[in-house]
């Protein structure tokens, strides 16, 4: 049984990572901004709001019983998953297929949290069967509809299917992920290996949570109980990243690099005259990094400006503006020292690394899909390289599951002739994940 004491609120911190020195001529600038929240007190007056609300989503299609194993797994991961839930947060259940069904508390809202509704929860979960086809959209949007019934601070949900989504066209899934971004978190998970990776991994892109995959449903259990206690974590929700840049500064992306690397510069609203707000989503206590790069106007050895400021903002819990949480600058000083203008900042460098090496894995194992074995073993190689380079461990292990390394400092390596399906997708489904730069 979980510990369901209410979560302290998290303090922010942001700190900046960069080499500010640009030679004559010298345009781009890049930074690593820091963001870190730290259990405890609050933030400059900044308060928690309400409750949380979770909304876990099973597929129920029938090839959730090929094999039988699947469907259980899925039932015992769920009830695992309501056990973890804290006294107080708002829940609901729902079995999807090629319609949405509330199965519990099967009235059209969230149940609150308690050893009764706990008890009541596990109990429907033992009527879950499989039938039917899969039409994810409309499990996420049921989810949105019952997030929206309470009045929550912190709006979460957990989604898993074994296949493919079938039985609604893929503008359909689109629409309903666009409908949804913004109003909750989603977390979601391939069970077995029927499932499309893109699928999976551009639902919790869109919704800013984590994909993965759980090849056996002998780990549903501590998969779902894992993802719990995080959302049961979560002290401020609806964070935004704000960039505000001076006239003429051009910006170039703006990235999410670790945990893993998530591209923000889409995702921009426009949040007054040269600022822009960019979703990070719900935050307890954690730190990720993000990569800044921005193009400024030339100017003359000497001189020295601002080229963006980096603010944090949460919601006013009682509707005002929004809460700034912390702030971090990032310069550009122009010199004619050779030394100082060419050296790259160790994080920049290490993390420009890490977004490579998930990009040439995604074009390695698509080239190996399309028979293409060259630009495999090329991009693949380049993977192995940069994974060794970085100290990246997990991901060089998944590799060398799809390669034979024969030197990972140079990047040389063979296609395996056989590679399980399961590890292939694993590869794929983590290809995004990164490692923080050693400070």
């Not at 870190?36 to 400059?44: A, H, I, L, P, Y």
């Not at 959209?137 to 912190?154: F, K």
Request: glycine share 10%; charged share 25%.
């Amino acid at each position: 049984m979980a510990n369901f004491s209410k979560p302290t609120v998290p303090q922010f911190s942001v700190d900046v990572y960069q080499n500010e020195f640009l030679p004559e001529g010298g345009r781009d600038v890049s930074a690593i901004v820091t963001v870190t929240s730290t259990g405890g007190g609050t933030t400059g007056g900044f308060a928690s709001g309400g409750p949380a609300g979770v909304v876990i989503m099973v597929d129920c299609s029938g090839s959730m019983d090929y094999p039988a194993t699947k469907m259980r797994g899925a039932r015992e991961a769920t009830a695992a998953a309501v056990d973890t839930l804290r006294d107080g947060t708002h829940f609901a259940v729902v079995a999807g297929t090629h319609v949405a069904k509330e199965v519990y508390p099967a009235d059209g809202g969230l149940a609150v949290a308690d050893a009764r509704t706990r008890a009541e929860a596990k109990e429907a979960l033992r009527r879950l069967s499989a039938g039917g086809g899969t039409a994810i959209g409309t499990w996420l949007r049921l989810a949105d509809r019952l997030l929206s019934s309470a009045e929550l601070t912190i709006r979460h949900g957990i989604l898993l299917t074994d296949g493919r989504n079938e039985h609604e066209s893929p503008a359909e899934l689109r629409a309903a992920l666009d409908a949804c971004a913004g109003r909750f978190t989603c977390d979601a998970r391939g069970v077995g290996t029927d499932w499309e990776v893109k699928e999976v991994t551009g639902i919790a892109s869109a919704l800013l949570g984590t994909a993965d995959i759980v090849a056996d449903p002998a780990g549903l259990a501590a998969d779902f109980t894992a993802m719990m206690e995080h959302a049961m974590g979560k002290g401020v929700a609806d964070v935004a990243l704000r960039l505000w840049t001076p006239v003429g500064v051009e910006i170039m992306f703006v990235k999410q690099v670790a945990p893993a690397v998530e591209d923000l510069t889409g995702r921009r609203t426009e949040a007054g005259p040269r600022a822009g707000d960019y979703p990070t989503g719900s935050w307890g206590d954690e730190s990720r990094d993000y990569h800044v790069s921005v193009r400024v106007p030339q100017a003359a050895i000497g001189q020295e400006m601002l080229a963006a400021r980096v603010s944090l903002l949460a919601p006013d819990p009682a509707g005002g503006d929004p809460r700034t949480l912390s702030q971090g600058l990032v310069r550009a000083v122009w010199t004619d020292d050779l030394a100082m203008s060419t050296s790259i900042n160790p994080q920049v460098a290490h993390y420009t690394g890490q977004a490579e090496l998930a990009d040439v894995i995604q074009q390695g194992l698509d080239a190996r899909k399309s028979g293409d074995r060259d630009g495999a073993t090329a991009k693949l190689g380049r993977a192995v390289q940069l994974a060794a380079a970085s100290g990246n461990a997990d991901t060089a292990k998944l590799l060398s599951k799809v390669v034979d390394v024969v030197d990972a400092a140079t990047g040389t390596v063979r296609l395996k002739a056989k590679v399980a399906e399961a590890d292939e997708m694993t590869l794929e489904t983590r290809s995004t994940k990164t490692v923080r730069v050693k400070r």
